[in-house]
């Protein structure tokens, strides 16, 4: 079931975000933030959990590109699914969900930068819209000191 995240849903949400620090591949931060501060970071509509089992399994989420005017409509996307649930249709339909209800409030492209490494996201963005804009070579070093490539993805929703 997909629902609104709320802020009793944060421990479960550290609990995945830090599977993904762990692993590597997916983030250049190198601790989980405060809920306070992770609020603040992300735009308040479209924040989606997958629950099953009563647990979080998963979670997306939007955040501004640009405070200038002319890019309110575009916004950066995260998806994090728990490890033990790889591979079961949560992340897609979390990021149907997101590109649905992203569209219709008002959100015209919806962007992603994913470490090359990362082909599961990759494809996964790819299987619901997103085609590559670009590459970014060694942009940042990961929390283990790896120089990281990204790909950056996007989907434009219709516009209206």
Known sequence: MIREMRQDDWADMMRIY???LDKGNVSFETSCPSYADWDNAHIRQCRFVYVRNGTIAGYTMIAPT???RAY???VELSIFVDEACH???IGTQL???MCEET???GYWTLYAAIFAV???SIELHRKCGFREIGYREKIAKDRFGIWQDTVLMERRNRIR
Do not use: D, H, I, P
Request: aromatic residues 0%; proline residues 0%; contains cysteine.
């Open 118 to 120: 990362n082909r599961a």
């Open 103 to 105: 569209e219709k409030c």
């Open 66 to 68: 640009s405070r200038r």
């Open 95 to 97: 990021l149907l969900k």
């Open 18 to 20: 830090q599977q993904s």
């Open 87 to 89: 591979r079961q249709g």
């Open 72 to 74: 309110r409509g575009v």
